[in-house]
């Protein structure tokens, strides 16, 4: 029983001294170089420092930083702006309605029409809603499409 208790102790002492960490070493021998206590942090003592005066170097201005608005021309990728104004814009040249409200909520659009009175039977708003639906699914096809027709 005791010659258990000491092989136990014995091996308990050998991990918890094989897991020390020698922090000297640590910091001077890393692959990355000097480090704070912590790791998390280097010290980047050859970093050139960066001033606001290099406003005539294009790299330097944040440029690409600018705010997703509609129509803005500088920015690639679609806002939800320019989606809006493409299903209101392909509901207004393809139909006589008019695009009322259109929101998104996830990967669905909602979006309602207002025919001004010109539907007059229930079998031809189902078909126009159909109809909606695929003009809205060519303009903004990355969509779930939700149409409301309203008189």
């Given amino acids: 029983m005791k010659s258990k208790l000491l092989i136990m102790t014995a091996i308990l002492l050998a991990a918890l001294t094989a897991c020390g960490q020698n ?4 910091n001077n021998d890393s692959e990355y170089g000097d480090q704070s206590r912590n790791g998390k942090d280097f010290v980047g003592n050859g970093l050139k420092r960066v001033s606001n005066n290099d406003w005539d170097n294009e790299a330097e201005r944040p440029s690409d930083q600018i705010l997703n608005t509609p129509h803005h021309t500088s ?10 104004d493409d299903i209101r814009g392909a509901i207004e040249s393809e139909t006589n309605y008019e695009a009322g409200s259109v929101w998104f909520n996830g990967n669905t659009i909602h979006v309602t029409v207002h025919d001004k009175g010109k539907i007059k039977t229930e079998k031809e708003r189902n078909e126009e809603m159909q109809r909606i639906q695929g003009i809205i699914n060519r303009a903004v096809p990355q969509y779930n499409i939700d149409v409301k027709l309203k008189k």
């Fill in 23 to 26: 922090d000297n070493a640590i």
């Fill in 75 to 84: 920015n690639n990728s679609p806002s939800m702006g320019q989606q809006i």
